[in-house]
């Protein structure tokens, strides 16, 4: 790690707002410096409760997440936000969002903000904003609140970071509903409809209670929780309905813990981060072996030139691909 | 490969239709003998020309491919048909459409039928779909047909399999044109209107032209053959255009032919198939030595105990990754 990493690394655990940010940077230039930093802050992470929020466009997420801050900050605690839009390049919507809520808190020392754009593969975004949210608990935030816009498999991965996944919908999206994914109904711990003074939130609220009793019905066998998913009304642009909202998070982090199920969640997700680095590992070293004057070139070349069939290929390196265990 | 399985292939490859439909049925299920059978056919692969067809849902392209197959039939030439539905279940809507060709060609020896619905996950429904494509060539039918609905990534990864490309669309897919992925404009070696006496149809012609010519002009030094993608009107229903379809695809195919590209194009694709290969093959190792007993479980024990980072834990096993050359 670069003297100045180490630097900003012991000046962020020491409260430096600023060190945090350039590390953020850091983390989203996926500079090679990020695995030491994360490795050096490890110690420091785990305290910090992460909540998720995912919804369509317009559904009032950005006006949601300012409302809970507010409530949060009430009782004293500290909160991060991170707003992920994997649909906008790097100076698109987030960043405007961004500007508009740095106004809102722009003075208060007890709330930090930043928002992640779209940069290279989308795959990519989910693993910077995993590396984000630990430099947000590292940092010392209570809660670390995770915006996602879209219901795309790039929001699904970033929400499964969260402790607590909230989706957020309007009467609007009645459509989104119709079409929503499987894992989206899995990965939700409390509905919300917000702007539920318009038009349809009724009906909205009632398809959504049938379609978590359904399918709380279909898990009831591998169901993991004693949970009953809520669904509530919010009209986050006056406030109504936000204290419920964040009352339902208390309750769904004490079901959590009491049955030991928040260390459960937690660890799931260290094992699929251990796997997708692994992953992205191998990737890289099978990428390096086929590439110029790699180990496994001249198998390319033959392949290419249609003299070997590929699964003759796979068959002659297979025994080389075998993982050893790591040194003693 | 068990008894059964080489037997077929030397029935298969003395012309036996069944046992082509038997070995289509072993890839698709992805018994493990799969990879002997395509090693034994590759010495006769690599002269059947494949043309995709991709396109909205409701764009014609089944009746299209039925008109295609009626006036390739009339060169006397054999042709094979792979329908690949991947939004559809195993008993869904391909098996249909199956249907009603099989009534048309039934009587037709030197047409071969096969449709494909998702099974498992959806990149291994383009890795099968490859393997298929591979046994109608060694069954030695002179033009394989393979058609897809629809216009995301699996539908990319089956198109990239054929030599040549058709995208077809209908006056009603203009939305779909709005939100066209680049991917598809870059696969498209001709553009279809299909049912080009609906309203609309005019529009939607001129609009592709301007597609096609800007992006040309953006790709002017990468090209890689100088084609002219044409846009051509057809009313598959009763035939208009289809004969200036297969003239054009005669078109792409003898400037390819000419270009030495043809080749450069199927290497590009071996060279594709032995990465996904490869990576599979990774990954099913991967889950092995993250299993239980497996060389990496200890570590992976650590860190799902939050003990070991993550980013620590790759630094631990990086060296173990090295890709050996195959033995001499």
Redesign the interface.
Same mark, same amino acid.
């Given at each position: 790690m670069s003297e100045t990493a180490t630097a900003l690394v012991d000046r962020m655990l020491e409260g430096d707002g600023r060190a945090l940010a350039r590390l953020i940077t850091l983390v989203e230039n996926r500079t090679p410096g990020?695995? =030491?930093v994360?490795?050096r802050i490890?110690g420091r992470t785990?305290r910090a409760y992460t909540v998720g929020l995912t919804g369509p466009p317009g559904a009032g997420k950005s006006t949601l997440v300012d409302r809970l801050t507010v409530a949060v900050r009430k009782g004293g605690e500290t909160v991060g936000i991170v707003a992920v839009d994997p649909t906008s390049p790097y100076t698109g919507g987030a960043v405007f969002g961004d500007r508009i809520r740095i106004q809102a808190h722009t003075l208060d020392p007890g709330v930090f903000i930043r928002s992640m754009a779209t940069r290279g593969s989308q795959g990519g975004l989910a693993r910077a904003t995993a590396d984000v949210l630990r430099l947000l608990d590292a940092f010392g935030l209570a809660w670390v609140l995770v915006e996602t816009v879209g219901v795309g498999q790039t929001e699904l991965d970033v929400v499964k970071l969260a402790d607590t996944t909230v989706v957020v919908l309007v009467p609007e999206s009645g459509d989104a509903i119709q079409t929503m994914k499987a894992g989206l109904l899995e990965a939700a711990d409390i509905f919300v409809v917000n702007k539920a003074d318009r038009e349809g939130a009724q009906r909205l609220l009632t398809e959504l209670r049938s379609m978590v009793h359904i399918h709380r019905e279909g898990q009831q066998a591998s169901r993991d929780l004693d949970w009953e998913v809520p669904i509530l009304a919010t009209e986050a642009a006056n406030g109504a309905g936000v204290d419920e909202l964040l009352g339902a998070i208390g309750r769904h982090r004490a079901a959590l813990s009491a049955g030991g199920r928040l260390e459960t969640r937690?660890?799931a997700r260290?094992?699929r981060?251990?796997?997708t680095?692994?992953?992205t590992?191998?990737?890289r070293?099978?990428d390096q *072996?086929?590439g110029p004057g790699g180990?496994?070139e001249?198998?390319?070349q033959e392949?290419?030139?249609?003299r070997l069939?590929?699964? *003759?290929?796979? =068959? *002659?390196?297979?025994?080389?691909?075998?993982? *050893?265990?790591?040194?003693a």
């Amino acid at each position: 790690m670069s003297e100045t990493a180490t630097a900003l690394v012991d000046r962020m655990l020491e409260g430096d707002g600023r060190a945090l940010a350039r590390l953020i940077t850091l983390v989203e230039n996926r500079t090679p410096g990020v695995s =030491e930093v994360m490795r050096r802050i490890h110690g420091r992470t785990g305290r910090a409760y992460t909540v998720g929020l995912t919804g369509p466009p317009g559904a009032g997420k950005s006006t949601l997440v300012d409302r809970l801050t507010v409530a949060v900050r009430k009782g004293g605690e500290t909160v991060g936000i991170v707003a992920v839009d994997p649909t906008s390049p790097y100076t698109g919507g987030a960043v405007f969002g961004d500007r508009i809520r740095i106004q809102a808190h722009t003075l208060d020392p007890g709330v930090f903000i930043r928002s992640m754009a779209t940069r290279g593969s989308q795959g990519g975004l989910a693993r910077a904003t995993a590396d984000v949210l630990r430099l947000l608990d590292a940092f010392g935030l209570a809660w670390v609140l995770v915006e996602t816009v879209g219901v795309g498999q790039t929001e699904l991965d970033v929400v499964k970071l969260a402790d607590t996944t909230v989706v957020v919908l309007v009467p609007e999206s009645g459509d989104a509903i119709q079409t929503m994914k499987a894992g989206l109904l899995e990965a939700a711990d409390i509905f919300v409809v917000n702007k539920a003074d318009r038009e349809g939130a009724q009906r909205l609220l009632t398809e959504l209670r049938s379609m978590v009793h359904i399918h709380r019905e279909g898990q009831q066998a591998s169901r993991d929780l004693d949970w009953e998913v809520p669904i509530l009304a919010t009209e986050a642009a006056n406030g109504a309905g936000v204290d419920e909202l964040l009352g339902a998070i208390g309750r769904h982090r004490a079901a959590l813990s009491a049955g030991g199920r928040l260390e459960t969640r937690r660890q799931a997700r260290r094992v699929r981060e251990l796997r997708t680095l692994l992953l992205t590992e191998l990737r890289r070293e099978l990428d390096q *072996a086929l590439g110029p004057g790699g180990a496994l070139e001249p198998l390319l070349q033959e392949v290419e030139a249609g003299r070997l069939d590929p699964y *003759a290929a796979i =068959e *002659a390196v297979r025994e080389r691909f075998r993982v *050893a265990p790591p040194p003693a």
